[in-house]
Structure formats: C-alpha cells, structure tokens
C-alpha cells in the first residue's frame, strides 16, 4: 500500500497535468513554484519518495528528465485523482528503459541574438543524442539543436545545452519555439506570443529585449520539448 503525502500528491498531479497540457515535463523550479515550496532540494526530496514508489522516473542530467509510470497510476487507483491523461504521452504499455530513441543535431540556435541555422536532412545527421524512449511521447518529427547564447537562462537553458523539438509550424502562446526570421534570415530560441498582426519573441532572461516583427515574417520551425545538460559542459 502506497502512502503519499499532500505535498506529494499535490505534486504528483502538478507534473501529470503539466503533461498533458504542455506534453513534455516540468522542471524543479516550476514544481516548486506551483506547490508553494521554495527550495529545489525539498521538491527533489518528494520527488525521490515518488521514484521509490516508482510512480515517477527520472533522468538527473536532463533538464525536463521526469517521466511518470502511468500504468502504475491506474492499477493503484490514483491516476483518477491526477486527471486522466490522454495526450501522445500516455503508453499502452510499460516502455523498457533500455529502449533509447536516436534524435538528430541539426545545428545551433541563439537564445541571445538571432543567428543563422542552416538546414539540415535529418539523414546526414553526423551528431545524435539519445534519450529514452517514452519521455517524449510520438518520436516522430523530433530533432535537436546546440544553443548558442543565455537569453533563456531563467526559462533553465544554458549556453551549450540541447534542446529537443518537434518539428510543427504552429505554437500556442507561452510556448518556446524555434522561429524563423524572414528578412533577417535567421532563426532564434524564444518564447512566442502574438500581438495583433505583430508576433513578440521573448527572451527568459531581462538583460534581453524582446524581438517584435511581423506575423508574417515569423515562421515557427518547431517547438521545445525538452532540454538536456550535458554533465562535461
């Protein structure tokens, strides 16, 4: 018989509804911002008593490393009370951990001045980073960039780390993005958030001004799911 505490359950239910809103986990700033507890070494505490239940998995030198054991949430009847989820990320069935998913480098991004990316095929990839299959839902249209720069330092994404997107052309506000800059031909790591016939990308960090161009000079390549450290870096 598992038993959890408030906290725990109240945290427990903040990452299964991050998921199913966003599709990707929430990081130990924002678990701890959300449950009103301050400091990332308690969050990483109960954190820890989930992993034991095994309730939760967790990949400590990836940023968004937590994963949730679903079937177990439904055979212990406590995945009602965290929201049934049905996004992409749900399994039919338990994924073994050794099952990795080989996602291309296609490049660097800024997250501080816009920078040329070039265009890669995904087949003459010459640089891959693997990651378990099941943190991330559909492997389809994944692909990685290096970024460049720290103006999504507060967003937790440093210089040198990579982040991991799914290739789509659209993105709902609040959503990290990489964004295609028609005229400047260059693309950049931001927050997108529309603005009338205007789109503002937002840096994380407040030493950055926001870029304001046009809607129709904004393309998106493809939104964040994920960021990984590398522990070398």
Do not use: C
């Amino acid at each position: 018989m598992i038993t959890l505490s408030t906290r725990q359950k109240n945290i427990l239910e903040f990452i299964v509804s991050f998921i199913q809103e966003k599709e990707y986990p929430p990081t130990i700033r924002e678990i701890g911002e959300k449950v009103g507890i301050s400091s990332t070494s308690v969050v990483n505490y109960n954190l820890a008593k989930l992993e034991n239940e095994a309730l939760i998995a967790r990949e400590r030198d990836v940023s968004r490393g937590l994963s949730v054991n679903w079937p177990k949430l439904t055979a212990l009847g406590l995945r009602s009370e965290a929201k049934q989820a049905t996004s992409a990320l749900t399994p039919v069935t338990p994924v073994p951990i050794h099952m990795l998913l080989r996602i291309p480098i296609l490049g660097h991004i800024a997250a501080g001045e816009p920078i040329q990316v070039e265009a890669i095929d995904p087949t003459h990839a010459e640089e891959f980073v693997e990651l378990a299959q099941g943190m991330l839902g559909s492997p389809e249209k994944l692909f990685a960039l290096k970024v460049r720069g720290d103006s999504m330092i507060d967003a937790s994404v440093l210089d040198g780390d990579i982040v991991i997107l799914r290739h789509q052309e659209t993105a709902i506000d609040g959503d990290m993005v990489a964004a295609w800059i028609e005229g400047d031909e260059e693309t950049t790591l931001k927050y997108l958030f529309r603005e009338g016939r205007q789109v503002r990308l937002q840096p994380a960090n407040p030493t950055y001004k926001p870029i304001v161009r046009p809607a129709d000079k904004v393309r998106i390549n493809g939104r964040v799911v994920s960021v990984i450290r590398m522990l070398n870096q």
